[in-house]
């Protein structure tokens, strides 16, 4: 490159001066050239430094990425694993609140259970000893039981039954002993149904000879009888003694004096034997009055007072079978309620 170069510039010396020209200036070319390979040498120096600049810098920057991505890989391979073990402590913990609620869960069950058990048996305790000595409802009342219902009562030699107690009328301590209101009972049985008591003591019911000859035979009580028609008229008869005998002797009445507004239809009953269906007791030779009125009863010279009859709906004709007390509606009239309860004195 440097004789090429160097012959263009001697002909174009020769072309334009002369020798001694041509001669200096071959000095002044040669120097410029020496000028010019030293600059080229700098220049390759140069290029030379720079290429290996650019290499070791390509190097270095690859080197660098290198790592870099050596310390990516390894970062996101920790920020998986670290993601894997909050995802598995989560669960772990996850199932351990949920062990830990179940846990709970069944203590608090088993608590309820046990206090429930224990409420009970103080409810017991607490029923069998306020009515260890309760003898009825008056005892209840005075023990401040205020509100109708049915309640356990226990005399003292430990004999047990459920009575209904009106507590809200007449000044209460009233055992209901004989209800109708609907219906829903049938009356027309025999003596054992009679003996034993039956119905629903918050419906229809007897409460059962036995059990009125047990309340009344060693203490005095009165007898009130609650009457109620179809148009809603009420009356009452009130009788300031009552018992009833032994079954031996047929369970007899005793009633005391009557007062009242519904008129005495028990005075022919007072000292009768009770008759039902199938134990005519009573004092007629014409008829089995039971059978005649439909209706279990203290039957003298049959009654007319027929409590026990069939529930009919107010007058009707024919045989006198109905719910009736002759001395206000007449025999020929079935009552729609009546309630008969007794006190002791």
């Not at 119905?199 to 009580?221: A, C, K, Q, S």
């Not at 059978?291 to 203290?298: C, L, N, R, V």
């Not at 003298?300 to 079978?321: E, F, K, Q, V």
Request: hydrophobic share 35%.
């Amino acid at each position: 490159m440097r004789a090429i170069l160097l012959i263009v510039l001697l002909h174009l010396a020769i072309a334009q001066q002369s020798e001694e020209e041509v001669d200096r200036g071959v000095s002044r070319l040669e120097a410029r050239i020496q000028q010019l390979e030293q600059a080229i040498q700098c220049c390759d120096v140069a290029s030379s430094m720079v290429r290996d600049f650019n290499q070791l810098h390509l190097e270095l920057l690859d080197r660098d990425a290198r790592a870099v991505e050596s310390q990516l890989l390894e970062m996101r391979e920790l920020v998986q694993s670290a993601v894997g073990d909050v995802s598995a402590t989560e669960e772990r913990i996850a199932s351990a609140n949920l062990a830990t609620e179940e846990r709970l869960a069944a203590n608090v069950v088993r608590q309820i259970e046990n206090m429930t058990s224990l409420i009970e048996k103080q409810k017991e305790r607490i029923n069998d000893l306020e009515h260890r000595t309760t003898v009825d409802c008056k005892d209840l009342l005075n023990k401040g039981f205020s509100r109708n219902g049915v309640y356990t009562i226990r005399s003292p030699e430990g004999v047990s039954m459920q009575v209904y107690c009106n507590m809200e009328n007449d000044g209460g301590g009233w055992t209901v002993i004989q209800r109708r209101m609907d219906g829903s009972q049938d009356f027309l049985l025999g003596w054992q149904r009679y003996a034993a008591g039956f119905g629903d003591l918050r419906g229809e019911f007897w409460l059962g000879n036995r059990n009125l000859n047990f309340l009344t035979g060693p203490r005095p009580h009165e007898l009130k009888i609650t009457l109620m028609d179809w148009e809603g008229q009420t009356r009452y008869a009130h009788y300031d003694a009552f018992s009833v005998g032994a079954e031996a002797d047929k369970f007899p009445l005793t009633l005391g004096d009557y007062s009242g507004n519904a008129g005495d239809s028990m005075a022919r009953n007072n000292g009768r034997r009770f008759s039902t269906v199938d134990q005519d007791n009573d004092h007629s030779n014409s008829y089995d009055c039971t059978s005649y009125h439909k209706g279990a009863w203290w039957q003298g010279y049959c009654t007319y007072a027929n409590l026990n009859g069939l529930y009919l709906r107010g007058s009707y004709s024919g045989d006198l079978r109905g719910v009736f007390w002759a001395h206000w509606r007449g025999q020929g009239y079935s009552l729609k309620h009546t309630e008969m309860k007794m006190r002791r004195l």
